[in-house]
């Protein structure tokens, strides 16, 4: 039966998704929904985004593995990222009516700075994205009892996001987002009085974590390795995923800037307080069936708390937990499929093409949606990574590459062309070199990157005019 509910719900989401796509007329339409979402639909697209299979899978298995010091950059760090945004940089966004986050780059910095960092953004969504394929593969796979193996899992589900993506754009992305938003947060209480029951109460299962030391490690210690390795998982999410599309899309998709603002904010606080449901459930395995824990913890993490469901809980209830599943993956694989596939249309091709008509550039968009959704397939068929490092490590690169460039470009007057490139190349440089030659260095890669960028963005833009005129 528990089959039987998947199919039916997929085959229902997809057809909700295919019937908005009748609101696309344009590329507007596509890549922001026409402008026009209102608040209750913009922070259900900002909470679903967030809320994917790192989430439900990834994030709980980290902290069984490694406690709260483990999960440091999501919820905390990618929590913060979504109220720095509501904070910061959505009213700046939304003002400027761009297409893609790619145009902000065009205007301040230039054609060389636009292409650099969309492909960087590009590629870190290829993570993410693999991330929630891999996750469907494994649904599919439990669900199914093994007739359907995690590869045939992720063809399913790759293919099905693929057709309401393909079509309706961000007005799909945003109503499916809605109506998940709901299934979401019911199913995740429901399924925690559920497991509540079982374990005696919630107090129960925090008393026994905080015993057992999961809640005492999150702070670093008190030395410059531990403290530099804390602050560069916080800021790899908080920080990386700000230049992102899927978060620019959702700011640029409001009805007008307050709500741009505030959605935000309120989509980034309901994202901190229910990520913290599956991991609840998740420790709770520990008390309900210590065995399987055992089983799975050095060797599939991730399974643990879809097995608890399957094992331990009546049928409503794995309706309800794989229903809320189900519908965090498919909103974040459709959302983060769709934004880099728009951003390389804006800023790649229609910069080699410039009298693109919209209905051209509209196919060209529909075209980069098929074709990413074929090479993340393949990455998420052929990754080791788990779920979280996938997401985790998406980050990086735009925390190097283009944080830098978005933050000075809206709050410091002086910042320019040299200096936005100096940002961009500077920082890959040192990321990708440490990376390769000291991967567990003091200073971690990423936040090198990050250093080596804010200085390539001082020294380039204090460079006198004069001089960059001779030169």
Known sequence: MLIWFVIIYWVVSVGIGLWAALRVKNTADFAAAGHSLPMPIVTATVFATWFGSETVLGIPATFLKEGLGGVVADPFGSSLCLILVGLFFARHLYN????TIGDFFREKYGRTVEVLVTLCIVVSYLGWVAAQIKALGLVFNVVSEGSITQTGGMLIGAASVLIYTLFGGMWSVAITDFIQMIIIVIGMLYIGNEMSTQTGGISVVIEHAAAAGQ?????????LASILGFVAALCTMMLGSIPQQDVFQRITSSKNVNIAVNAAILGGVLYFIFAFVPMYLAYSATLISPDLVKEYLDTDPQMILPKLILNHAPLIAQVMFFGALLSAIKSCASATLLAPSVTFAENIVRGFFKHLSDRQLL???????????IVVTFFAINSELSIFKMVESAYKVTLVAAFVPLAFGIYWSRANSLGGLLAVVGGLTIWISSEILAPNAIVPPQLAGLLASIAGMILGSLVPKDLLKAV
């Open 363 to 373: 196919k060209i968009m529909r075209i980069t949606v098929l074709c990413f959704a």
């Open 96 to 99: 400027r009516r761009m297409l």
């Open 215 to 223: 809640f005492s490690n999150f702070w670093p210690d008190m030395n």
